[in-house]
């Protein structure tokens, strides 16, 4: 819209803003006429959308459907509110998709867009990562199912109705046609991204492309996949790649995935299967890894289940002879033991310990990392305590049986010692339970008034030692970035009491929100947003003013479906807060309607604008 209409709604929101509360006063002195009352209330909600189209000014990008539009607020004989909703009705209604090329496309004023390269042309780029980490180098007890998932991926499905292989393993040794699916699924710490990483690396060679998506949610499925087009254009086109919304960049990735059959896609820790709904349809020639906690509901997807179970005693065992005497081939894992090798005494108080930790891997690396580096410690001293911390139960984690105890109790014994060589290590392990599991950049973390960028390394890299967190550079600014199981996560704020556990929330959100660049409207402000999305969503209060930074960015980069989501939610929290005709709730409302009307639910943005 132009600026004269701005100016017009501004004044026509300021008009109607006094009108409306002049009727509702007038309504509900006279012994509360709902008719009247309903008037000024819808009156006010459409001055507030005014008042909000004005305030905002043009946005950077319109509306797919304009919610104004929706309501029909603009044309002066549509007159009184009943005629609005009629006219709002869904035969009135234009369908996103036919509504979509009315308005220009989302572009932020200040910027230089173009369109992408022609996705086709575009070649993998010499050298590109792909993975967020190296896999593990010890890794064990996992050969049957790495042998049943290759197997899997490269068998051609025999579903009626897919298109048969068109030729065998080409450039990328993948049928060209056909997509294979499997999906990992197992308890939190049982291995499943670390099997997918070791089968990604491992099979590097036979893929054109190997490319790793965080799929806790739709949105970061979408800011992975966007993160692929970024990639591959990073030679060709960055300043467009850079400028793309979200959508653009998403379905740019799944058009050259389309032409350059060959990749393996790993979707880590998908959370609901429907989430890979979108793109699971889209996709042919390659082959899709999937890695979940839930066990239900991959083969109506086409994909194959495979379970994983805890490591086999033997391997379990051989895990923790590997890290603690190989690491350290001077200390014996138990008393009198020989430096190299365990003796059958020490073999047992080893086989013991695997079995204390419940085979679970992530228990099984920290356990042996904390005996490792802690002088005097051994097997045997380490399993008295255990014993003597049996751990607490806790809703917080997620479901995952006796993984979470072990985890609980592992982390006590750690969390003891590390407290005693550096008391900042346990706060900042506090704080990064606060923020999304993966890849939180480090430079949010020197936001902290009372600790240096030297002490923040220093007792990140003590966490590290003690495998609590994982360290590994962050492709986008050539920093560091810092990852933590979501298990300890869970249990290192379980841990906490109650009026702690507050504190480090409101510190995690200070030092997320001093990070957030202060324009979201600017291209150049996008990465950083895009990189600390998920982190923001963690924890950020849905009221506070840096979480309507965020989506800002989310509208000004076009990604309006978790736009909507998120001002859903800070619609309900400011409800919750003020009640119902508060400015705020309703202002919030009034952006939730649009959001909606934005991600294609027309219908969705007309109920909220009129409820
Ligand atoms: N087979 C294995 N051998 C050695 N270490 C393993 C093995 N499987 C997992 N790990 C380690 O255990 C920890 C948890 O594994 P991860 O893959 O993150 O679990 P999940 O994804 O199932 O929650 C990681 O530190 C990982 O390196
Ligand atoms: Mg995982």
């Known amino acids: 819209m132009r600026t004269w209409v701005f100016r017009v709604l501004a004044g026509a929101g300021v008009a109607g803003v006094i009108a409306a509360v002049v009727v509702m006063w007038v309504s509900w002195k006279g012994d509360v006429d709902p008719a009247g009352a309903t008037i000024g209330l819808a009156s006010l909600i459409v001055a507030a959308v005014s008042l909000w189209q004005s305030r905002t000014g ?34 009135g209604l234009p369908s996103p998709a036919a509504a979509a090329p ?17 996705a086709a042309t575009l070649t993998v780029p010499a050298g590109l990562p792909g993975l967020p980490r190296p896999p593990a180098a010890v890794f064990l007890g996992r050969r049957q199912v790495l042998t049943r998932l290759r197997k899997t991926l490269t068998t051609t499905p025999k579903t009626p109705g897919k298109p048969p292989a068109a030729r065998p393993a ?13 999906a990992v699924y197992g308890l939190g710490g049982i291995g499943k991204s670390e099997l997918a990483l070791q089968y990604a690396a491992g099979h590097r060679d036979a893929y054109r492309l190997v490319w790793w998506i965080e799929a806790d949610s739709p949105a970061q499925i979408q800011t992975s996949l966007a993160g692929l087009t970024r990639a591959i254009c990073a030679g060709a086109d960055s300043v467009a790649a850079a400028a793309a919304t979200v959508e653009e960049a998403t379905d740019w990735a799944l058009a050259w995935l389309a032409a350059h059959p060959g990749w393996l896609l ?15 349809g889209r996709l042919t020639g390659g082959h899709v890894l999937i890695t979940t906690r839930r066990d239900t509901g991959w083969r109506d997807l086409g994909c194959t289940p495979i379970s994983l179970e805890v490591l086999d005693p033997e391997p379990a065992q051989r895990l923790l002879t590997r890290m603690i005497i190989q690491a350290h081939p001077t200390r014996p894992p138990g008393r009198g033991a020989p430096a190299h090798k365990a003796g059958p005494a020490e073999s047992a108080e080893l086989a013991g310990l695997a079995e204390d930790l419940g085979f679970l891997p992530l228990a099984l690396t920290q356990a042996a990392a904390f005996i ?3 002088p005097g410690m051994n097997v045997t001293t380490y399993r008295a305590l255990l014993r003597d911390n049996p ?24 969390r003891t010692r590390i407290a005693a060589q550096n008391p900042l290590a346990p706060r ?16 949010v973390l020197h936001h902290l008034p009372d600790a240096d960028e030297l002490q923040i390394g220093q007792a990140l890299g003590l966490l590290a030692s003690y495998s609590m967190i994982t360290i590994s550079p962050d492709s986008g600014t050539g920093s560091d970035a810092v990852s933590v199981h979501r298990l300890i996560q869970a249990v290192t704020l379980n841990d906490l009491p109650g009026h702690e556990r507050q504190t480090v929330h409101t510190r995690a959100a200070d030092l997320l929100t001093a990070e957030l660049p202060e324009d979201p409207d600017v291209i150049g402000s996008w990465p950083a947003y895009r990189r600390l999305l998920a982190h923001a969503r963690a924890a950020l209060p849905p009221r506070s003013p840096a979480m309507s930074q965020v989506i800002d960015y989310l509208y000004a980069s076009g990604d309006y479906a978790t736009a909507k989501t998120l001002q859903h939610q800070r619609y309900q929290a400011q409800l919750d807060h003020h009640g119902p005709e508060h400015p705020d709730t309703l202002f919030a409302q009034a952006d939730l309607a649009s959001y909606t009307g934005m991600a294609g639910d027309v219908a969705g943005a007309r109920d909220q604008f009129a409820a």
Do not use: M
């Not at 946005?59 to 002066?76: C, E, H, I, N, Q």
């Not at 080409?170 to 499997?182: D, H, K, L, M, N």
């Open 170 to 182: 080409g450039s990328a040794g993948v049928e060209p046609v056909v997509i294979t699916q499997a």
């Open 102 to 118: 009315a308005y220009p496309p989302a572009v932020p004023a200040t910027t230089d867009r173009r369109a992408l390269p022609n």
């Open 266 to 280: 790993v979707f880590d820790n998908v959370e609901d299967s429907g989430d890979l709904h979108p793109y699971l």
């Open 428 to 443: 900042l392990l506090a704080l990064l339970a606060c923020y999304a599991p993966d890849q939180l950049p480090i430079t």
């Open 58 to 91: 043009p946005r950077p990008s319109s509306p797919a459907v304009d919610p104004a539009d929706v309501l029909a607020v603009d044309p002066p004989e549509q007159g009184d509110r009943s005629q609005v909703s009629d006219s709002a009705g869904s035969a």
């Open 391 to 414: 751990g607490k139960a806790h809703a917080a984690a997620p479901p995952g049986g006796d993984g979470e105890r072990v985890i609980a109790q592992v982390w006590t014994i750690t």
């Open 372 to 374: 490792a580096r802690t």
